[in-house]
Antibody
Framework: EVQLVQSGAEVKKPGESLKISCKGS????????IGWVRQMPGKGLEWMGI????????RYSPSFQGQVTISADKSISTAYLQWSSLKASDTAIYYC?????????WGQGTTVSVSS | IQLTQSPSSLSASVGDRVTITCRAS??????LGWYQQKPGKAPKLLIY???TLQSGVPSRFSGSGSGTDFTLTISSLQPEDIATYYC??????????FGGGTKVEIK
């Protein structure tokens, strides 16, 4: 079964750093793009960026460029989303998804809560 | 590329035909997908390439359109179709914008 499993919920303070993960299984992880999507409380979906684990080619939405870093380690079939200094406005659910023709396989989501 | 969905919400009866539209700010050929998101769940891909049904998706869902105007149709609304629906442009990673969403409720 093709699946993406994300790391657990995080509670952080403003200014802290964070790295969340997305582990793929059931397919050749390095051969398909992985994207990240933000969903703020009660709001819609926002596409953040995408990475090709095979060569780490990465593209960002202008809205998120410089705000987050997307990376991957194909040897352990895992993609990452990280922040160097969290803000309260980063509070959201973050999803990873495999990008083929559309985002066809999704992780379960990681809830990130940032509060002082 | 901006995507504008309409309506933002709708209420329909079981068995009704439901239509959701998505308009792109510039032509994207058929590079469009549709997703269903139920409360507390991750989104699910319903349709890609504007009209191709993802494997396992019921045939009451269909998509059409090309260029700037697209439509998602549910031919006979079922109680399990209560969800928010999103379109997404898939025309290169510049970025892969989502529409604002359409919340579907049962009347």
């Amino acid at each position: 079964e093709v699946q993406l499993v994300q790391s657990g919920a995080e509670v952080k303070k403003p200014g802290e750093s964070l790295k969340i993960s997305c582990k793929g299984s059931g397919y050749t992880f390095g051969s398909h793009w992985i994207g990240w999507v933000r969903q703020m409380p009660g709001k819609g979906l926002e596409w953040m960026g995408i990475i090709y684990p095979g060569d780490s080619d990465t593209r960002y939405s202008p809205s998120f460029q410089g705000q987050v870093t997307i990376s991957a380690d194909k040897s352990i079939s895992t993609a990452y989303l990280q922040w160097s200094s969290l803000k309260a406005s980063d509070t959201a659910i973050y999803y990873c998804a495999r990008q083929v023709y559309g985002m066809d396989v999704w992780g379960q989501g990681t809830t990130v809560s940032v509060s002082s | 590329i901006q995507l504008t969905q309409s309506p933002s919400s709708l209420s329909a009866s079981v068995g009704d035909r439901v239509t959701i539209t998505c308009r792109a700010s510039q032509a994207i050929s058929t590079y469009l997908g549709w997703y269903q998101q139920k409360p507390g769940k991750a989104p699910k891909l319903l349709i890609y390439a504007a009209s191709t049904l993802q494997s396992g998706v019921p045939s009451r869902f269909s998509g059409s359109g090309s260029g700037t105007d697209f439509t998602l149709t549910i031919s006979s609304l079922q109680p399990e179709d209560i969800a928010t629906y999103y379109c997404q442009q898939l025309n290169s990673y510049r970025p892969l914008t989502f529409g604002g969403g359409t919340k579907v409720e049962i009347k």
